[in-house]
């Protein structure tokens, strides 16, 4: 019932930028909050950053610096990930979560397809 659509992945040098853009829509009634994660090959899933409808914001210590969360003004439902200074280590699929409520009034936590970011050394 909640779809969440990653682009702006791809392949870029070391010390390059990436915009990650989600676009979530669906059957919602709220959002509350909108993330990034990653999972580099044999890894586990872990936080990058996390955008809330209160207006905080969460980094991982390898994103702090380097990596800015934002939501879109106007539409609440989607998020960005601007990535500087890129690393090797940032090799990973990100993907897009996000954590809400239904207009059926359940609570829904979806993820989204993810997309590849490779950094060349």
């Known amino acids: 019932q909640v779809q969440l659509v990653e682009s702006g992945g791809g392949l870029v040098k070391t010390g390059g930028s990436l915009r990650l853009s989600c676009v979530a829509s669906?059957?919602?009634?709220?959002?509350?909050?909108m993330g990034w994660y990653r999972q580099a090959p044999e890894g586990v899933r872990e936080m990058v950053a996390i955008?809330?409808?209160?207006?905080?914001?969460?980094y991982s210590d390898s994103a702090k610096g380097r990596f800015t969360i934002s939501r879109n003004r106007a539409k609440n439902s989607i998020v960005y990930l601007q990535m500087n200074n890129l690393k090797p280590d940032d090799t990973a699929v990100y993907y897009c979560?996000?954590?809400?409520?239904?207009?059926?009034?359940?609570?829904?936590?979806?993820w989204g397809q993810g997309t590849q970011v490779t950094v060349s050394s």
């Open positions: 979560n996000a954590v809400g409520v239904l207009l059926t009034n359940v609570p829904f936590g979806s």
């Open positions: 669906g059957s919602i009634f709220e959002i509350n909050s």
């Open positions: 955008s809330r409808s209160d207006g905080t914001t969460t």
